[in-house]
């Protein structure tokens, strides 16, 4: 595995050679028991056995197809987010949520809009 130093540099990322595979988080969670069981099984020292699982965890985002090599999320083009639009649509869808919900009343307490702030935060005042 190349994220543990092997020389095999075909795939120059984990996710390049992971993200044909669809991975899960239950099938990683498999692969890091049967890694840690394999060093265990060889004797090898605690702390060789700690830093290699911390290689491995680091993989995970990678691994799972939800990072790609340079620490940039992967966006699946059949995702619910790809399929309305993106960062820009869930804006917009945002912003319309926000007006109305900033007409409600919630037992006799007014919900008001604190702002776009990016934070998506709201206040209550009472009336």
Same mark, same amino acid.
């Given at each position: ?5 092997s020389?095999? #540099?075909?795939k120059t /990322?984990?996710y390049?050679s992971c ?11 498999a692969?890091?028991e049967h890694?840690? $069981? /394999?060093?265990? $099984?060889?004797k090898l020292?605690?702390? #060789? ?10 993989a995970k985002k990678? $691994?799972l ?8 999320p992967v966006?699946?083009?059949?995702? #619910? ?5 993106? =960062? =820009?649509?869930i804006?917009?869808?945002?912003e319309?949520?926000y007006g109305k919900?900033?007409a !409600? ?6 919900v008001?809009r604190?702002? !776009?702030s990016?934070?998506? =935060?709201?206040?209550t =005042? /009472? /009336?």
């Open positions: 595995m190349h994220a543990c130093g020389p095999d #540099v075909s /990322t984990v390049e993200k044909d595979l669809n991975l899960q988080n239950e099938q990683f969670a692969v890091q890694f840690t $069981a /394999t060093l265990q $099984a060889l020292p605690l702390p #060789v056995i700690s830093e290699a699982e911390g290689v491995l965890a680091g990678q $691994a197809g939800l990072e790609d090599g340079s620490g940039k966006v699946n083009p059949n995702s #619910v987010y790809s399929r309305i639009g993106g =960062e =820009e649509a804006d917009s869808c945002v319309i949520l919900v900033s !409600w009343k919630i037992d006799g307490v007014a008001h604190t702002g !776009w990016g934070n998506h =935060e709201l206040l =005042e /009472t /009336t």
